[in-house]
């Protein structure tokens, strides 16, 4: 089998992957929070590597603090978007330091360039089978929690009054994210993985009139990004994570522009 | 579907013991009851002393200055939120072991609009979380509120009247007896306001009961049966000509209803 056989798979799939995640988190507002949960994953992953566990499960685990740090920190009193910003916004920062700050201390060696930024080159086996996971994963969340996600999205007020299980939905959420953006570290490393979430998430929600068919068109348009991102690095020799995020760029501005020329 | 809130509350009805609302045996004060309702955030009064019963079957519009706390009452209503001294009951339960029976159209500002959703999907929401049938099915309540013909569109592609028609269709669609709509008239041309005050007419006559948060002062507060003026305390209730009189002029009408 070809080398860049694999790399192009998991380029594939984490372009799959990461748009349906971000649509769901565009609808209901929580973007920021995708950000904070991937900057979040670098405390868990040096102790992971310290006591020689699982990255995935150390990252994860610690991402997943993260977000319920700052959901704590928010809790209880009203906010404005801005004060939600900054609080969210200090969070991230507060646990990417510490990820930084762990390294010397803890005496270890992490490759810091891939982790932020992704090295499809080096991509093993079983990084297709934890990204194939998380696929199959939010797949099932998403058409479990269908309908209850499109109530919590269009209508979050409405959606308390009806008695839906609105704090477990959001965590499951977090959750999920926390799943995709440690997937998703190999390819496009936990810097960029927001671009590969956002991009072709709006792309795929314009126009369209059901956030299955949103979710499926900005799915459709990651795999492009992602896949055709990588081919393009190799044709010509630049790190394909760098790449995807400015294609992901790149359609924002093409698309917008094409919009306002119409 | 013209026969649809008929066809529900008739169940209702004979649930009750009877299809004749007049022979109906009264439960322990049928409707829903604030008593003594109260509620403070962050030390600051919102509601005090709030005491009130609406019959099913009533219309009843709540009029307020903005900030005088008829979204919190209204939340409080459907047991959204937990009063800080009183109780609110349905039928003499506790709204909080009943909230499904009581529905709650949210002010305009609180729905995304430019969510992916169509008008038909949008509708079909209010019956989410209960099996029951309400009082239409989504067809029935589109046609009801004249969105048959836009079902199928996006709901930003919906004029500000359409929208707002568009939420009371969801709320139709609700297996609720009590209806509590959140300024649904806000911003909307006059032939959409007519429309959906008849809309609310024929809801209350079919046995709903139904509490319109308003800013309506003038003619078009005719169309209730019922005045509550609310400015954190139950300023005046009773009818529309009973409320004008006792508030005694049009400037205490500008002041209360904005």
Same mark, same amino acid.
């Given at each position: =089998? ?18 349906? /995640? ?7 507002? !929580?973007?920021?929070? %995708? ?78 360039? %891939? ?10 086996? +079983? ?34 009054? /009806? $008695? ?7 965590? %499951? ?7 995709? +953006? @440690? ?13 590969? =979430?956002?991009?072709? %998430?709006?792309? $795929? &929600? ?12 900005? /799915? ?7 896949? #055709?991102?990588?081919? &393009? ?16 760029? #790149?359609?924002? +501005? ?9 | ?27 322990? =004060? ?6 003594? @309702? ?31 706390? *008829? ?12 009063? /800080? ?11 909080? !072991? ?6 709650? =159209? ?17 509708? $079909? ?8 049938? $309400? ?8 046609? !009801? ?7 199928? *569109? ?78 954190? +305390?139950?300023?005046?209730? #009773? ?13 205490? #009408? ?5």
């Amino acid at each position: =089998m070809s080398w860049w056989i694999l790399p192009l798979l998991l380029a594939l799939l984490t372009g799959a992957l990461c748009p349906i /995640s971000g649509t769901l988190l565009i609808v209901q507002g !929580r973007v920021m929070q %995708a950000n904070l949960i991937s900057h979040a994953v670098l405390p868990g992953l040096a102790l992971a590597v310290a006591f020689g566990l699982p990255t995935s499960v150390g990252g994860l685990l610690s991402s997943l603090l993260g977000a319920l740090v700052a959901e704590r920190l928010l809790d209880g009193t009203r906010h404005s978007t801005a004060h939600h910003g900054a609080v969210m916004n200090t969070v991230l920062a507060g646990f990417l330091g510490l990820g930084v700050l762990l390294v010397p201390l803890l005496g270890i060696r992490i490759d810091l360039e %891939a982790t932020l930024f992704g090295d499809l080159l080096l991509t093993r086996p +079983v990084d297709l089978l934890q990204t194939g996971g998380s696929l199959l994963l939010q797949g099932l969340f998403f058409a479990a929690c269908y309908r209850p996600l499109v109530f919590l999205g269009v209508d979050p007020v409405g959606a308390a009054a /009806s $008695g839906l299980p609105l704090r477990a939905l959001q965590l %499951a959420l977090a959750g999920i994210t926390a799943f995709v +953006v @440690v997937s998703s570290m190999a390819a496009v490393g936990v810097v960029l993985v927001i671009g590969l =979430m956002c991009a072709p %998430a709006l792309f $795929g &929600l314009a126009g369209a009139t059901s956030l299955g068919q949103a979710a499926f068109r900005a /799915s459709a348009t990651g795999m492009v990004l992602s896949g #055709g991102g990588f081919l &393009l690095a190799l044709l010509l020799n630049l790190p394909p994570g760098p790449l995807i995020g400015v294609l992901c760029v #790149g359609l924002l +501005v093409v698309w917008r522009g094409w919009s306002f020329h119409r | 579907m013209e026969g649809g809130p008929i066809r529900s509350m008739a169940l209702f009805r004979r649930a009750q013991g009877t299809a004749d609302p007049a022979k109906r045996i009264p439960l322990a =004060m049928p409707g829903l009851r604030a008593c003594g @309702v109260s509620y403070h955030y962050s030390q600051q009064r919102v509601l005090h002393q709030i005491t009130f019963h609406l019959r099913p079957g009533s219309l009843t519009a709540l009029v307020g200055p903005n900030g005088a706390g *008829k979204s919190t009452l209204l939340h409080l209503l459907q047991a959204q939120l937990q009063p /800080s001294a009183g109780a609110v009951e349905l039928d003499g339960v506790p709204v909080q !072991r009943c909230r499904r029976r009581i529905a709650l =159209m949210p002010q305009k500002g609180e729905i995304d609009w430019h969510f992916p959703i169509t008008v038909a999907e949008f509708a $079909g929401l209010g019956r989410l979380t209960s099996p029951r049938p $309400g009082c239409c099915d989504v067809d029935g309540a589109l046609q !009801r509120v004249g969105l048959g013909a836009m079902a199928g *569109k996006r709901l930003d592609q919906l004029s500000g009247g359409q929208q707002q028609r568009a939420l009371l269709g969801r709320t139709l669609v609700q297996p609720a007896e009590v209806l509590l709509l959140d300024e649904p008239c806000a911003a909307i041309d006059p032939p959409s306001r007519q429309l959906l005050l008849g809309l609310m007419r024929q809801l209350s006559d079919a046995g709903l009961t139904l509490l319109v948060s308003s800013h309506d002062w003038g003619p078009a507060l005719n169309a209730y049966d019922r005045v509550l003026v609310l400015d954190q +305390v139950l300023r005046a209730d #009773g009818t529309p000509d009973q409320v004008r009189h006792a508030l005694d002029d049009v400037t205490m #009408g500008n002041h209360y209803c904005g």
